[in-house]
């Protein structure tokens, strides 16, 4: 189709990007030459941020950016730069504390004027078409007329975005008590939801984070409460709508407090997490629901996400094309009752029941989304059927529907392959094979980590932050190395092949030479081959997803027990104390270093096994929930540190080890369990 207008973003190869080439904007990417062009000419920038699967940037894009009088406007006056947030999250980073620093609050689409060089002055979420125009008309005034009250203010700015990623260095030797998790996460609590599950509010949004840690706490201190909590929150997030009843998978928040409707964008990190944290919560609870959701949610983003290669795409969009041909949010993914009635026919009551085809499931426009609030033993009484009829005939109906809605206008799909996203989807693999114990999730977690060391990693050993149409071009952030670390050392612990332990200590080691921060004793989030914006960044506060420097202090801490002749603890340690004097006033927001914690105050053990028959046995042991507890093992000698000189020909011997003092080898499963539980116990 011959477009009218075509601007720079024709060359790039984000989703997002291409998707405003046709905007009559002149938009450019952010490049050094770009920015050089634009103090040569001293022109403002504007730069707007936003993702693929952002509703409000597409309203944004509609309203304003297609419009011809606003690029009018914004042409002539500014140097208009488009960013995806999922490809440079590093520049996204500093707008966004620019921007909560102006306003108090923030969000995407995030629109940015700065300097030349790219101080900001102002910044806003959302714009409606006329007070985008009048604002961008008196801030181009502002910077001809009055320039160095626009400086001086840009020039604050500056200094506030660098203080408040200042982090000092504390010199309190103790390490944050258990007696002090337990009062943070009593205050924690005082927020919680227990009825519905998540917090008392709305939108709601999932935090694996904040539940994983949630599960870990509850299993070792045996707090009932906690663990209740937690089972509430997993089971009213997958009986919600905001989990696709139909072909799996999560979308990324609900907008009530009910986990009901949600923006109907689905995420692959929210799905990997997710697939994790269920898997964990199965292998604790033995809960089948929440095996039925692993399964779901590794479908759904296998049909939908995967590559033929093994790598696994970014999203895929809220919003599709409805019956008008125009695109509409949850197009895709919401019913009508009659067309319910036609398709499930005889099966509609028991489905209408099931998944409230009723005022409690009914969204706007007569639209349904489907969601649950009884479990499967309370609808199978009162329709006097079998448990096992009633899943099956769900099931059935589930199937019908889901090849109905093929028909339909599929959502856009971003096609970008980020590394660290990639090394989320992994980590969820990693664990659901082995708390599952389905083999061919394994096969997936394989072909995704070979692809990750074929295609995402240069010849030094370093690595790239996505990858697009055959190339790779943006060098790896820190939480591309944290979270490829963490599943590849997952990846060890199934498998026992020492490939993926000597990966994850490269990658380790690779991030102590180029990311870390002497004064801060934490890693910067750009390595020191980088370009500096304003400052390097020290990402820190765990959000949706965890900070890259909580997972590298974890990474470290595992580390530290495969490689004990590292320094690896004493910078974890160093890690953790720096950041703890945080977790008084807002748990939440550190919920992965609290793991830590847990770590450093109860025993962490490490199991060895050596011998013939040491996969079987370390499956067997390792289906169970042990957060405390590294696995190490091998047929033959080896020169790792747990496993040297252990070997006893024609016996398997498991050893059980804290901080390298081991007790006396093992032969029995059971012993082992038990004496592991027994020491959870205490």
Same mark, same amino acid.
């Given at each position: ?166 982090? =000092?260095?504390?010199?309190?030797? @103790?390490?944050? #008590? *258990?007696?002090?998790?337990? $009062?943070?996460? +009593? ?123 093994? =790598?696994?795409?970014?999203?895929? @969009?809220?919003? #599709? *094309?409805?019956?008008?041909? $125009?695109?509409? +949010? ?129 010849? @030094? ?222």
């Amino acid at each position: 189709m011959q477009q009218k207008y075509t601007n720079n973003l024709i060359k790039e190869t984000s989703p997002y990007l291409l998707q405003h080439a046709h905007n009559p904007v002149n938009w450019e990417a952010w490049n050094p030459t770009v920015l050089a062009e634009a103090k040569r000419n001293n022109k403002p920038l504007l730069i707007s941020i936003g993702y693929a699967a952002c509703h409000w940037c597409h309203v944004m894009e509609h309203e304003c950016f297609e419009d011809e009088e606003v690029a009018k406007v914004m042409n002539e006056n500014f140097v208009n730069i488009k960013i995806d947030r999922e490809e440079r999250p590093d520049i996204d980073h500093i707008y966004m504390d620019a921007l909560q620093m102006m306003t108090g609050s923030g969000g995407w689409p995030l629109n940015i004027i700065s300097l030349p060089d790219g101080r900001p002055f102002w910044g806003a979420t959302y714009v409606k078409k006329k007070d985008w125009t009048t604002v961008l008309s008196q801030l181009s005034e502002l910077y001809k007329t009055e320039p160095n009250k626009v400086i001086g203010y840009a020039e604050n700015m500056a200094q506030g975005i660098k203080q408040i990623n200042l982090i =000092a260095t504390n010199t309190d030797t @103790d390490t944050y #008590s *258990l007696d002090q998790l337990r $009062k943070c996460v +009593e205050k924690w609590s005082g927020y919680f939801d227990t009825f519905l599950g998540g917090y008392r509010r709305a939108p709601k949004f999932m935090m694996p984070v904040n539940l994983e840690f949630l599960l870990h706490y509850a299993v070792t201190q045996k707090n009932e409460s906690i663990m209740e909590y937690v089972d509430t929150t997993l089971t009213r997030m997958a009986y919600g709508g905001i989990f696709d009843h139909v072909d799996g998978g999560f979308s990324r928040y609900a907008v009530d407090t009910k986990w009901h409707v949600p923006h109907f964008e689905k995420m692959l990190y929210d799905n990997g997490q997710l697939t994790s944290l269920y898997a964990k919560a199965y292998a604790f609870t033995g809960n089948a629901h929440y095996k039925e959701v692993v399964e779901k949610t590794i479908n759904f983003v296998t049909t939908e996400l995967k590559s033929e290669n093994g =790598a696994f795409y970014s999203s895929l @969009d809220a919003d #599709s *094309l409805n019956d008008h041909e $125009k695109l509409e +949010e949850g197009a895709y993914y919401v019913w009508k009752k009659e067309d319910l009635q036609d398709v499930l026919k005889e099966d509609y009551p028991l489905f209408e029941d099931y998944y409230n085809i009723n005022s409690y499931g009914l969204w706007e426009h007569e639209n349904y989304v489907l969601i649950r609030d009884k479990a499967d033993n309370e609808i199978a009484v009162k329709h006097d059927i079998e448990i096992l009829e009633l899943q099956a005939r769900i099931k059935r109906s589930l199937q019908l529907l889901s090849e109905e809605r093929k028909k339909r206008a599929y959502p856009r799909l971003d096609d970008k392959i980020l590394t660290s996203w990639n090394g989320l989807m992994l980590k969820g693999l990693v664990d659901s094979a082995r708390y599952i114990q389905n083999d061919s999730y394994l096969s997936l977690a394989l072909e995704n980590a070979e692809f990750i060391l074929k295609n995402l990693t240069k010849s @030094d050993g370093s690595l790239y932050h996505s990858h697009k149409e055959g190339t790779s071009t943006i060098n790896g952030y820190l939480e591309d190395y944290a979270s490829v670390i963490d599943a590849v050392i997952g990846l060890y612990e199934i498998t026992f092949d020492e490939k993926w332990l000597s990966t994850a200590k490269q990658l380790a080691d690779y991030c102590r030479t180029n990311f870390f921060d002497d004064k801060s004793e934490l890693f910067f989030f750009t390595s020191k081959e980088d370009d500096i914006l304003i400052r390097r960044t020290l990402e820190t506060s765990d959000n949706v997803i965890p900070a890259s420097n909580s997972i590298m202090a974890l990474n470290l801490l595992k580390l530290s027990k495969f490689f004990p002749e590292t320094n690896y603890r004493t910078v974890y340690q160093n890690m953790l104390k720096n950041i703890q004097p945080n977790f008084d006033e807002n748990p939440q927001n550190y919920a992965n270093w609290l793991h830590l914690v847990l770590f450093e105050n109860l025993p962490f053990y490490e199991v060895a096994i050596v011998g013939d028959s040491y996969k079987e046995k370390a499956r067997t042991i390792a289906k169970n929930y042990l957060p405390n507890t590294i696995f190490a093992g091998t047929q033959e000698k080896s020169e790792l540190p747990l496993l040297k000189n252990r070997l006893v020909k024609g016996t398997t011997q498991i050893y059980v080890c804290h901080e390298g003092s081991c007790k006396l080898p093992l032969t029995h499963t059971k012993e082992v369990l038990t004496l592991l539980h027994l020491n959870n116990d205490h």
